[in-house]
């Protein structure tokens, strides 16, 4: 009897742990196929999208009238950014493919530039056309390729979940099309992307390919203790000093400490001997000093470095830090480009946070040229219903990564504070932006 | 015995009737500020006091929130000026002192319209009840002006025993451009990614994230970013649902904030779990714990 009451429980037990399985399986199956699809999604859509860029580059050349150019390159740009994000959304990152990416950004880049340039003026020169020409070669063998690479996939039902495992374990799978597809877009695209763009769209990598000059002696190991003892007061504790590596703009060290509960770290230039980064992680305590008292802090601590001529614009308050930013000043010019952020903890006015990359990048004795334009005549390119507080001269990187020169204009409208950036050059109204910076605390309310 | 307990009694009940009486007095008494200077990005207990004072005259109309924002530069600049002293948007003794001396501050008031989430203004001249409006109350309650003094009243004496807790200003500063939100999620990848890392290494990561949306090469959004699939581990594994810790959104913060110690870096991988030939043929910048950030 026992046995046989045994027999069936365990029968039941079987069969609905069977039952219980297949389902599992068909639920994972389904959420497989869901993946499966979005990745095909957007695969197909972005080889639709680079075939129509293809074809609307093919356009710009056949076009004659600005006034339909300007569309057009409005719509290869908005063309390239969709394809762009359809990258994004593959399972692509460990696969080699960046060179495409950067060629459909660069090809964004430049339609943006000529789209909002005023053609009738300016009309597409003759090396803009060359390249255009370059380019819509260039995408027809990117559009050539991945519809080849799709219709193998298509033909023999390939998965995208397969890429993923195949990139994952990096198996070298021989026959994985989709990959190997993908490869071969890469090479084509590298061995003309560099040269192209070289010479006609310079400014877009600008910070990339720009050579930094720092001035000074190169120091080594010893000198960065002996910089960092003087700089915060480390006396007996154990510093941990590194190079960078070969991939570095910057050749620099990197030096970590421990000290009291509170862990520090910094990098320093080898040339010159320039504090690049500072970074002090430690329990803050509750606020004695005000952001004003900080604020003399960062200056002192600044000065300290010799970094002379620069004025701070900005202070925020962030529980209890307080973030500074600090800008140069030349001729009585506010030269944003040369940024500097300093944190300091408002517990006790230490400096607990640094970050001078940005000026030591940029920084330079420049040529400022006098204003063709009067303060006034600036003013007049503002929008009149812009109640116009402060006004100054400065110098800003604009749209296109160059630095212009401009008038700074801080006003109101209704009950927000715009900063408007006016070309002292041709009144260009290079950059209008709404300054906030609170935000309704989502975890009060 | 007994007269102890009768001291006892009488000593109790005497507080009993000073404590609501003190409060009474600190309704009418203008308090003074904080010792600190503020200026525009202060935020916190006496900001709140600023902007309610700079309302009081009606220099600033916007929300008091603690925050010291635009808007309250451009009230303290005008006030500056109205009242002869040097327009620079600093609020020092000179001009906290003009502040005390031509406006009322109730700061019992203020503080439990805020802590109650109430809509709120406080212009001088108006009566207090007039200015409110309850958030998620009955509907009655913003009914007759009769129970509207008396719910002042009450909870002028509801709130004795928290009246020493400073609310929290109902605004937060954010870094321009990004929402809370956004650094909740980037503290979410970061925390998932390298919650073991020593600090400087949380601020790499987050650091890489930024540089990503800024790279030509990855998407230009930091939601595109951090879920590009086979970009970070922890996104694939699950781990960046874990709730992330103050250090790892301090991380970001400071990330935000310009500090960058992985080099412009836009790649990095644990070189003891890394999969890929391909991420070691990088140039590589630096190590910072764990990591190998590069190029």
Same mark, same amino acid.
């Given at each position: ?58 356009? &710009? ?35 080699? /493919? ?11 880049? /430049?339609?943006?530039?000529?789209? &909002? ?11 803009? &056309? ?8 260039? =995408? ?20 995208? %979940? ?19 597809? /993908? ?11 560099? =040269? ?55 050749? %620099?060290?990197?030096? =970590? ?26 329990? %803050? ?9 900080? =604020? ?15 004025? %701070? ?133 | ?43 916190? #207990? ?27 530069? *451009? ?10 002293? #040097?327009? #620079? ?43 409110? +409006? ?11 002006? +009769? ?93 960046? *649902? ?17 500090? #960058? ?16 030939? *391909?991420? *070691? ?13 590069? +190029?």
């Amino acid at each position: 009897m026992l046995r046989w009451i045994t027999i069936v429980v365990l029968a039941v037990a079987v069969v609905g742990v069977g039952i219980w399985g297949y389902q599992e399986h068909q639920e994972k199956n389904a959420i497989l196929l869901q993946a499966e699809n979005t990745y095909q999604r957007s695969f197909h859509d972005l080889t639709y999208y680079v075939d129509l860029l293809n074809d609307k580059i093919g356009n &710009v050349l056949a076009m004659n009238s600005p006034r339909s150019l300007s569309p057009e390159l409005a719509e290869i740009w908005r063309l390239t950014s969709e394809a762009h994000s359809e990258v994004g959304q593959l399972p692509l990152s460990l696969l080699p /493919f960046n060179k495409t990416e950067e060629f459909l950004s660069n090809i964004g880049d /430049f339609s943006y530039r000529t789209a &909002v340039r005023e053609l009738d003026k300016d009309p597409l020169t003759e090396e803009e &056309v060359e390249l255009l020409e370059n380019l819509y070669q260039q =995408s027809g063998e990117i559009k050539r390729e991945l519809r080849n690479v799709q219709h193998l996939a298509l033909e023999n039902n390939l998965r995208w %979940m397969d890429v993923q495992l195949a990139l994952a374990n990096n198996e070298q799978q021989a026959d994985n099309t989709i990959i190997d597809g /993908f490869k071969t877009v890469e090479k084509n695209v590298e061995s003309y992307s560099e =040269s192209t763009f070289a010479t006609s769209l310079n400014g877009v990598t600008k910070h990339q390919e720009e050579k930094i000059q720092l001035e000074g002696e190169n120091i080594n190991e010893d000198d960065v203790r002996k910089l960092a003892t003087k700089l915060f007061d480390l006396d007996g504790v154990d510093l941990k000093v590194t190079p960078t590596g070969e991939g570095s703009d910057i050749k %620099m060290y990197s030096a =970590s400490y421990n000290k009291d509960g509170e862990h520090g770290y910094f990098d320093i230039t080898e040339k010159g001997g320039y504090l690049l980064s500072l970074i002090i992680s430690r329990e %803050m305590k509750e606020p004695t000093i005000g952001l004003y008292d900080g =604020s003399e802090k960062a200056k002192k601590f600044l000065a300290n470095l010799g970094f002379e001529d620069v004025e %701070m614009y900005n202070s925020v308050q962030y529980g209890n830090v307080g973030v500074y930013s600090f800008a140069s000043v030349q001729d009585n010019i506010r030269i944003y480009p040369d940024a500097i952020q300093i944190k300091v903890a408002l517990d006790d006015g230490e400096i607990v946070g640094a970050s001078t990359k940005e000026y030591l990048i940029n920084h330079q004795d420049r040529d400022i040229k006098e204003p063709k334009i009067t303060m006034d005549e600036a003013k007049k390119e503002v929008n009149p219903r812009v109640e116009i507080q402060e006004s100054s001269l400065a110098i800003i990187d604009n749209d296109l990564g160059e630095e212009v020169l401009c008038y700074e204009f801080i006003g109101v409208l209704g009950e927000d504070t715009y900063r408007i950036y006016i070309n002292a050059m041709d009144g260009f109204e290079e950059r209008v932006e709404k300054l906030e910076q609170a935000e309704i605390n989502f975890q009060t309310t | 015995m007994n007269v102890k307990k009768a001291i006892c009694f009488i000593a109790v009940f005497l507080l009993m009737m000073t404590i609501p009486l003190s409060n009474y007095e600190q309704d009418q008494v203008s308090e003074a500020f904080s010792a600190r200077t503020l200026q525009k990005g202060s935020s916190g #207990d006496d900001v709140i006091e600023l902007q309610a004072r700079l309302q009081y005259i009606g220099f600033y109309n916007g929300k008091i929130d603690g925050i010291f924002g635009w808007g309250t530069y *451009w009230a303290v600049r005008n006030f500056q000026k109205d009242y002869g002293l #040097d327009i #620079d948007g600093l609020v020092g003794q000179e001009t906290k002192a003009t502040l005390n001396r031509v406006t009322k501050y109730d700061k019992q008031w203020v503080h439990e319209q805020i802590r109650s989430g109430s809509d709120f203004t406080y212009y001088g001249g108006t009566p207090l009840n007039k200015q409110t +409006k309850k958030k998620q109350t009955t509907t009655q309650q913003a009914a007759p002006q +009769k129970t509207g003094t008396n719910t002042n009243k009450n909870t002028n004496t509801n709130t004795t025993t928290n009246n020493n807790a400073s609310p929290t200003p109902t605004s937060v500063n954010v870094p321009s451009g990004y929402s809370q939100n956004d650094i909740q999620l980037m503290a979410n990848a970061v925390y998932g990614e390298s919650r073991g890392e020593p600090y400087e290494g949380q601020v790499a990561v987050a650091a890489v994230i930024l540089n990503r949306v800024e790279s030509p090469s990855f998407p230009n959004t930091i939601s595109g970013v951090i879920f590009e699939p086979r970009a970070f581990t922890a996104v694939a594994d699950g781990q960046i *649902w874990m709730t992330p810790n103050e250090t790892a959104k301090r991380a970001v913060l400071d990330a935000i904030n310009g500090m #960058d110690p992985s080099g412009g870096a836009i790649y990095y991988f644990n070189p003891a779990t890394a999969t890929s030939d *391909w991420i *070691w043929s990088r140039p590589q910048i630096k190590r910072i714990g764990e990591h190998i950030f590069c +190029k």
